[in-house]
């Protein structure tokens, strides 16, 4: 189109023609060693359009829609492979894992290396929505790193819990459940009992007589002390760990109208073990009995 | 073209540069420095260094997979990687001592890319000829000839190239065994990664590059002006006694001219291409070959050498005003230069020899912070890393000061106790640790951890905090 070339009297170069403000810019052609490389590259990439998923066909056809590639080669596949190594290298744990007993576990370091890491990570998956992910729980979600259990702290306990729930659709599943004692006490005997439970474990004043109360009407799963009972998961009321509150207003909320939560079962939605690695887990965050 | 002014060239052509042979003492001084670096490069790997049975007996070793680095005596841990900025920070400035000292030495005779470049052009002599034979073989068309002795120098360049990658890769394995797993064609993908690769750029920076790589790819031959003052030494060209310079035949008189007789022998040694008699240049790698090239010319000239030599502005200046050459080593500049280094090194040495044969890490857990515990009590847990840098399997003893009551437990398979964890030799013993202890007026109360060797000497601490919730 142009009639004649525009050569920039400066340099002895043709110009493209554009010009701003005065200056033109140079025709600069690439440099060669760039352009073999380009050229290269250009044939290097029919290599690739032959041997890998290069191109979506029309129909929809192939893998995924796709040219296949003569290596057959995807990335879904490469997945695929990654996946399985891992599995295979789960694999040599798990079969003695799944022999070992749980004091075995206990003992053997490899295992019990396995087991916590299964663990943890299960746990994060599945526990951490109410546990949260350091398993110290919230109010009214039990924090799992103290010492103070429910249902009890040894593994075979932390494992039966897991499997069976709390309150949970199985037929085996723990179930506890407090009266709600607004009907059956006065508000008077519901706070002298507060004040008594309050005694338990913090210096303070039980002139009111809710120790009668309490014998009357929370010893009997309680138990006298207030230490609760693991086989009946009433909780310990005399130690310093409080599930719903510690203030008196708490305890007496609590005891006219208890809050129960829920704990699904397990048993159906994991694996026999990592069941087994989240009780290991649970027991390893420092809180777990003999 | 309207003008018809000649186009301004926006980047110099290179001119390849055949250098011609030359013998003196600035040359042999050279062989001598190739023989040497190159033999240290070569052999070092197969120095051997007895360390025991739990670490490698290679003198100097660095072994990537198991994270050590070994230097005779000295043993490096990750951790320590500050000990290579300290030799880094050290051979900088031994860098720049000796340029403000003796000027651009390090270039001429000890850098890898001169020494490796004269190792090429010797091949290149050897096969070709020397200068005037090898300008006219690159000019020649191609023939039977000019192919064999191309092809021949070029592959004897290459198999340099492979014994300088071949030998690298040595000082990151064991160097006997890596050797007989190359003869035997058993080479990892990385190591022949690492071959290739420096065979590739020692062919392409020795073969090609060469005065290139000085000129324009270095960063020191062109910040070493700031190191250079009045009293370095350069290559100097004596233009008092030398100029005018002219063509002299036998029996000429030397009256009323200068001792150049313009030979060029000068010029036609220099590795670099430069013309010295114009001056300091940038490019001037002060290699002193011009030196003993023009030594020569006068020595058949009988008269006295010295007109290109090594020399400073001030003794330059000196002797064109007729005063006394004099040697300033002792300056300033040299003085603070060998301050700084003395003291580096005194840093370095002290931590050498004040290196803890054992390190504690404690990490305290994030989440939870901390416990509360059925009695009131508090629990934190961390967790503890020890280092035993020894090579022997040592216990140690945990302790913590600062809290009342404190009680430690180690959480773990089987049951370890914190008097005595067990620790292999050059391994890291990791422990999650649980520590009770009543509840601190503090909410983030000091924690110190004390670690000491059972029965052994070697103890480290850590100053570590402990957290608890308000009341």
């Known amino acids: 189109m142009s009639k004649k070339k525009d050569i920039d009297s400066f340099t002895g170069i043709e110009t493209t023609g554009h010009e701003w403000d005065g200056i033109k810019e140079l025709n600069n052609p690439s440099p060669r060693w760039w352009l073999i490389v380009f050229f290269l590259c250009c044939v290097w990439s029919v290599g690739y359009w032959v041997l890998y998923p290069a191109w979506p066909t029309f129909s929809g056809d192939g893998e995924r829609g796709g040219t296949e590639g003569s290596m057959g080669w995807t990335q879904y596949d490469q997945l695929k492979d990654s996946q399985a190594e891992i599995r295979a290298r789960k694999s040599a744990y798990l079969a003695s894992f799944e022999a070992a007993s749980f004091e075995e576990v206990q003992a053997d370091e490899a295992l019990y290396a396995f087991a916590v890491a299964g663990g943890a990570a299960a746990f994060k998956d599945n526990c951490a929505t109410c546990h949260s992910t350091g398993g110290a729980g919230?109010?009214?979600?039990?924090?799992?790193?103290?010492?103070?259990?429910?249902?009890?702290g040894d593994i075979d306990t932390i494992h039966e819990t897991i499997r069976v729930g709390v309150r949970a659709v199985h037929d085996e599943t723990r179930f506890s459940e407090m009266?709600?004692?607004?009907?059956?006490?006065?508000?008077?005997e519901i706070a002298d009992v507060a004040q008594h439970v309050i005694s338990l474990s913090q210096d303070g004043d039980d002139s009111a007589g809710g120790a009668q109360v309490f014998a009357d009407n929370c010893a009997a799963c309680h138990s006298e002390n207030g230490r609760g009972d693991h086989a009946l998961g009433a909780p310990d009321l005399a130690d310093a760990i409080w599930f719903y509150g510690d203030t008196k207003a708490d305890i007496m909320s609590q005891v006219r109208k208890p809050k129960h939560g829920v704990m699904p079962t397990w048993e159906a939605r994991l694996d026999a073990n990592t069941i087994r690695q989240l009780a290991i887990y649970v027991h390893s965050l420092g809180g777990g009995t003999n | 073209m309207s003008d018809g002014a000649a186009p301004v060239k926006l980047f110099e052509k290179k001119e390849r540069i055949f250098p011609k042979r030359v013998w003196g003492r600035f040359r042999k001084l050279k062989w001598a420095a190739m023989v040497a670096l190159l033999g240290i490069y070569y052999l070092a790997p197969f120095l051997r260094w007895d360390r025991g049975p739990h670490a490698p007996d290679q003198a100097i070793l660095i072994d990537m997979p198991a994270r050590r680095a070994y230097f005779f005596f000295i043993e490096i841990w990750p951790q320590e990687v500050y000990y290579l900025t300290g030799i880094l920070i050290l051979a900088a400035v031994a860098l720049f001592f000796a340029t403000s000292l003796f000027g651009r030495v390090w270039c001429g005779y000890a850098c890898p890319q001169t020494v490796w470049t004269d190792l090429f052009v010797w091949v290149e002599r050897i096969v070709q000829g020397d200068r005037?034979?090898?300008?006219?073989?690159?000019?020649?068309?191609?023939?039977?000839?000019?192919?064999?002795?191309?092809?021949?120098?070029?592959?004897?360049?290459?198999?340099?190239?492979?014994?300088?990658?071949?030998?690298?890769?040595?000082?990151?394995?064991?160097?006997?065994?890596?050797?007989?797993n190359i003869i035997h064609l058993d080479v990892p993908m990385g190591v022949l990664g690492w071959i290739l690769a420096l065979t590739f750029s020692t062919y392409l920076m020795a073969g090609f590059a060469r005065e290139q790589v000085c000129m324009y790819m270095?960063?020191?031959?062109?910040?070493?002006?700031?190191?250079?003052?009045?009293?370095?030494?350069?290559?100097?060209?004596?233009?008092?006694?030398?100029?005018?310079?002219?063509?002299?035949?036998?029996?000429?008189?030397?009256?009323?001219?200068?001792?150049?007789?313009?030979c060029t022998a000068c010029v036609q040694v220099c590795p670099m291409g430069i013309d010295i008699r114009d001056g300091l240049q940038m490019e001037c790698i002060a290699c002193g070959l011009c030196i003993d090239a023009c030594d020569g010319i006068m020595d058949k000239l009988e008269l006295p050498r010295g007109l290109i030599r090594y020399d400073t502005n001030h003794n330059q200046e000196a002797r064109d005003s007729g005063m006394k050459e004099r040697s300033h080593l002792l300056r300033l500049r040299t003085s603070y230069y060998a301050a700084i280094i003395a003291l580096v090194g005194a840093v370095m040495l002290y931590g050498l020899i004040h290196r803890s044969p054992v390190e504690l890490h404690v990490l305290h857990d994030r989440n939870p912070l901390f416990v509360k515990l059925s009695d009131g009590r508090i629990r934190n847990g961390y967790d503890v890393k020890i280092l035993n840098k020894t090579h022997e399997d040592k216990t140690y003893q945990l302790v913590i000061e600062g809290l009342n009551g404190a009680e430690i437990r180690i959480q773990g398979a089987g049951?370890?106790?914190?008097?005595?964890?067990?620790?292999?030799?050059?391994?890291?013993?990791?422990?999650?640790?649980?520590?009770?202890?009543?509840?601190?007026k503090d909410i983030r109360a000091d924690a110190h951890f004390r670690l000491e060797e059972v029965g052994g000497p070697n103890a480290d601490r850590y100053d570590g905090v402990f957290m608890s919730g308000k009341e």
């Not at chain 1, 919230?138 to 009890?152: E, K």
């Not at chain 2, 002795?149 to 064991?174: C, E, Q, R």
């Not at chain 2, 106790?417 to 890291?428: H, K, Y």
Request: aromatic share 14%; with cysteine.
């Open chain 2, 132 to 180: 005037v034979k090898r300008m006219r073989l690159a000019k020649a068309p191609w023939g039977f000839e000019k192919t064999w002795k191309l092809a021949l120098t070029h592959s004897l360049w290459l198999v340099i190239g492979m014994l300088t990658g071949g030998t690298w890769v040595f000082y990151f394995n064991d160097a006997p065994t890596l050797l007989e």
């Open chain 2, 218 to 262: 270095c960063p020191y031959s062109r910040f070493q002006s700031a190191m250079f003052d009045r009293d370095t030494l350069i290559i100097g060209y004596d233009e008092k006694r030398g100029e005018p310079r002219g063509k002299y035949k036998k029996g000429d008189s030397w009256d009323d001219r200068g001792h150049c007789i313009d």
């Open chain 1, 179 to 188: 009266p709600a004692f607004g009907d059956m006490l006065s508000e008077t």
């Open chain 1, 138 to 152: 919230s109010a009214g979600y039990p924090n799992l790193n103290d010492d103070d259990w429910l249902w009890g």
């Open chain 2, 415 to 440: 049951s370890l106790d914190a008097a005595a964890l067990p620790v292999f030799a050059d391994r890291v013993g990791h422990f999650r640790v649980f520590v009770t202890a009543d509840k601190p």
